[in-house]
């Protein structure tokens, strides 16, 4: 299944990047530092992500990862269900996820990142990243 670019209005509505200082980012959304690092023209988040908002994103209300442990949860970031990731809904099929998602495909990362795909998919994939 082939997914389209995001027109620019689809961007712009998502917002600017959330800026890097001293080598971190803050998510507005809860208020978690990450560290991150760039290379080339692109920033990466250094640490995995640990965001967790059943009620902004429904398809978290099943236990991903660490919910259980918050300090597994601190320790190591949260395990997304793809589906969660993404942001498209748990019982979804082509279609859905056709008229739901764009590329670059932002899903749970902080405004103006998203999930890396294609050639920047690697084994251990941070999970946001932005273009400079």
Known sequence: MKIDACGEDVLAARGAPIEA???YITDPRDSRSYRVVTIGK???MAENLKYYDPVANPNMTDPQGCAS????????????YW?????VPNYFD???VKENLCLPVQGI???GWHIPHGRRMVATVPVCFVLQ
């Open 94 to 96: 082509q279609e859905i």
């Open 109 to 111: 990362c902080p405004a």
């Open 42 to 44: 692109q920033t990466w």
């Open 83 to 87: 589906y969660a990731a993404v942001g």
């Open 69 to 80: 442990d918050a300090e597994q949860c601190e320790a190591t970031g949260r395990l997304y």
């Open 21 to 23: 200082h001293d080598g």
